[in-house]
Nanobody, 124 residues
């Protein structure tokens, strides 16, 4: 069992930055690929970014590529999402998730554990 707790969300103006954190319980954090997803009101949950177990491989949705960076610190059992040049369309609840796959996935169904989410609101 892995418990995930996100933090770092908030209200920011367009063009600003936020860093989300996701702290995982347990000693097996490095056994999981990690992903970030988001869900805006009335929309489906969508993939944002993923990182492999070692942190050596990363994957991004086209909508955030070049603006967001995912990275992890296995010693701290934490995965991060650095979000720069935020846009109003980035407004959503952001969720972190853990997958037993090595590299992570674009598909929510391939993740085994989910956090409760953190709200990110970008004002124009």
């Amino acid at each position: 069992q892995v418990q995930l707790v996100e933090s770092g969300g908030g209200l920011v103006q367009a063009g600003g930055s936020l860093r989300l954190s996701c702290a995982a319980s347990g000693r097996t954090f490095s056994s999981y690929a990690m992903g970030w997803f988001r869900q805006a009101p009335g929309k489906d949950r969508e993939f944002v970014a993923a990182v492999s177990r070692s942190g050596g491989s990363t994957y991004y949705a086209d909508s955030v590529k070049g603006r967001f960076t995912i990275f992890r610190d296995n010693a701290k059992n934490t995965v991060y999402l650095q979000m720069n040049t935020l846009k109003p369309e980035d407004t959503a609840v952001y969720y972190c998730a853990a997958s037993k796959a090595y590299s992570g996935s674009y598909y929510p169904g391939e993740y085994d554990y989910w956090g409760q989410g953190t709200q990110v609101t970008v004002s124009s």
